[in-house]
């Protein structure tokens, strides 16, 4: 019934900027926390930037100063600014977001992610 759209994704140089957005639909009443996640090829998924409903935002070391997170809550959509972008940035990345239900139950949702190509 929840479900979570990305887009913006894409092929880039470097140097270069993305903006991906992602939209939540369906039974959510507030939104607790939003976030993306990326996964290189041969890597583990790692955190990239999430944000809370309090403001609080977590970037990891490596996009600290390029990226930024911030979430549009009358359009229930996250948006992750992308500058500086470097090749060690390609990555399928996910969107994910901590949802409360109009039953006051929590959930997690994710995307289906989106690639994003960073060329040198």
């Known amino acids: 019934q929840v479900q979570l759209v990305e887009s913006g994704g894409g092929l880039v140089q470097t140097g270069g900027s993305l903006r991906l957005s992602c939209a939540a639909s369906?039974?959510?009443?507030?939104?607790?926390?939003m976030g993306w996640y990326r996964q290189a090829p041969g890597k583990e998924r790692e955190l990239v930037a999430t944000v809370t409903g309090t403001g609080f935002a977590n970037y990891a070391d490596s996009v600290k100063g390029r990226f930024t997170i911030s979430i549009d809550y009358a359009k229930k959509t996250a948006y992750l600014q992308m500058n500086s972008l470097k090749p060690e940035d390609t990555a399928v990345y996910y969107c994910?977001?901590?949802?409360?239900?109009?039953?006051?139950?929590?959930?997690?949702?994710w995307g289906r992610g989106t690639q994003v190509t960073v060329s040198s």
């Open positions: 994910n977001a901590h949802l409360r239900r109009w039953n006051g139950v929590d959930f997690t949702s």
């Open positions: 369906g039974n959510i009443f507030s939104i607790n926390t």
